[in-house]
C-alpha cells in the first residue's frame, strides 16, 4: 500500500513513470551526457548510476526546452550552472518544507496507521498541486513584474552592482533560548519573527535576501525606507504581540548583487554591526548615518569604536526614532 501511494504521488509529481538512464535522457533531449549530468547536479539531485532507469518523459522535455533556451542566447552558456544551481537551491528548500508540512497535518490525524497516512499524502498531493503550482507561477510573475519596475531603469553598469543598504536583523538570547524551550515553542517563535520581519521588510519597501534562522538579511534602496524597517523591527510595542526582542544592523555601500543575494563590504559591516547592537536597538555604519543625518524623524548618536573580527576600531551610530 505503501509502494503504491508513493508511485502515486511520484507520478503526479514528475508527470509519468521513470523509464530512460542518464544517456537515454540526455541524448533523448539533444544534449552531452556529459553536460546533462553538470545540469542534474546543479539542480542539487544526487548522482544516479549509469543503467539506472529514474528519468521520465517530463526529464526530457525539460532539458529540451531549457537546452532551447541557452541556444538562443537568452540566457548566456557562461551563466547556464549558477542560473540553474540558484534555481534548484531555492526549489529544494521551499519542496522540503511544504513536504514536512503536510506530513506533519496528516501525522496529526488520530488513528492513521503508515499506510493510511502515505494513501491520505497522495490524494492531498492530487488535490494540492495544481493549485500550489498555479500560485507558485503567479507569485513568481509578479515578482518578476516588480523587479522589472525596479531595475529597467537602471544603467547597464549598475545591474550587477548597487547602491544600497544591507541590513541584518536578529533574534535577542536566541542561543540560551533554543536550550530552553521545546520544539513545538521554537516553531512558533520562528514563524511569528519570519512572517513579522517579512511583513515589515515589504511594507517598508525592502526585501528579504534570506533568512538564516534567527537571522533575516535584508535590503532597502534608500536610507529612509531603510531606516523605517529598523525603527518598525527594533519598537518595544512588539513585545504586546508577542513577538521576540530584535537587535539591527545596517550599513550603507555599493553591493553585488549575484542571484537573488548580495555580497561586498557593506554586507560583512552589517553584520558586525548586528552583534554590537544591543537589545532592541539600532546601529548603523557611517554612511548610512550621514544619508540620515538631515532626517527630522530620526535621532543618531555617536559610539565609542569598538574592535571585531576584522575591523579594529569599528566606529557606529545609534538610530532612534525622534519622539513626537
Do not use: C
Not at 509519468?16 to 533523448?28: C, D, F, L, Q, S
Not at 529598523?230 to 548583487?257: C, E, I, N, Q, T
Request: net charge neutral.
Amino acid at each position: 500500500m505503501i509502494d503504491q501511494a508513493t508511485e502515486q504521488i511520484e507520478q503526479a509529481l514528475l508527470g509519468g513513470p521513470r523509464r530512460y538512464t542518464k544517456t537515454e535522457a540526455a541524448g533523448a533531449a539533444g544534449v552531452s551526457p556529459d553536460r546533462s549530468q553538470r545540469i542534474w547536479l546543479a539542480l542539487g539531485f544526487a548522482d544516479v548510476d549509469d543503467d539506472a532507469r529514474v528519468f521520465t518523459d517530463g526529464d526530457i522535455a525539460a532539458l529540451r526546452r531549457w537546452n532551447a533556451l541557452i541556444a538562443s542566447g537568452a540566457i548566456a552558456a557562461a551563466d547556464e550552472l549558477p542560473h540553474v544551481r540558484a534555481i534548484g537551491q531555492t526549489m529544494s528548500r521551499l519542496a522540503d518544507w511544504q513536504v514536512r508540512e503536510l506530513m506533519i497535518r496528516i501525522a496529526e490525524v488520530d488513528g492513521l496507521d503508515q499506510a493510511a497516512r502515505a494513501a491520505g499524502a497522495a490524494a492531498v498531493t492530487a488535490e494540492m498541486l495544481p493549485v500550489v503550482e498555479s500560485l507558485m507561477s503567479y507569485t513568481w510573475r509578479r515578482h518578476l513584474a516588480a523587479a522589472v519596475g525596479r531595475i529597467l531603469a537602471t544603467s547597464a553598469a549598475e545591474l550587477s552592482t548597487a547602491i544600497a543598504v544591507i541590513g541584518f536583523a536578529d533574534i535577542v538570547g536566541y542561543t540560551s533560548m533554543v536550550r530552553q524551550v521545546g520544539v513545538d515553542e521554537l516553531t512558533a517563535l520562528l514563524e511569528s519573527f519570519e512572517e513579522d520581519a517579512a511583513e515589515t521588510i515589504a511594507a517598508g519597501h525592502g526585501r528579504v535576501v534570506k533568512s538564516l534562522g534567527d537571522e533575516v538579511l535584508f535590503v532597502a534602496d534608500s536610507a529612509q525606507d531603510a531606516a523605517e524597517i529598523a525603527v518598525r523591527l527594533s519598537d518595544p510595542a512588539r513585545a504586546a504581540r508577542a513577538l521576540p526582542r530584535l537587535r539591527v544592523g545596517m550599513a550603507l555601500g555599493r553591493v553585488l548583487v549575484r542571484f537573488g543575494d548580495v555580497y561586498g563590504p557593506a554586507v560583512n559591516l552589517a553584520s558586525r554591526l548586528t552583534s554590537l547592537a544591543r537589545p532592541g536597538t539600532v546601529l548603523v555604519d557611517r554612511e548610512l548615518a550621514r544619508a540620515l543625518s538631515g532626517e527630522d524623524a530620526y535621532r543618531l548618536h555617536p559610539r565609542r569604536p569598538a574592535a571585531v573580527r576584522g575591523y579594529a576600531h569599528l566606529r557606529s551610530w545609534s538610530l532612534r526614532p525622534r519622539a513626537g
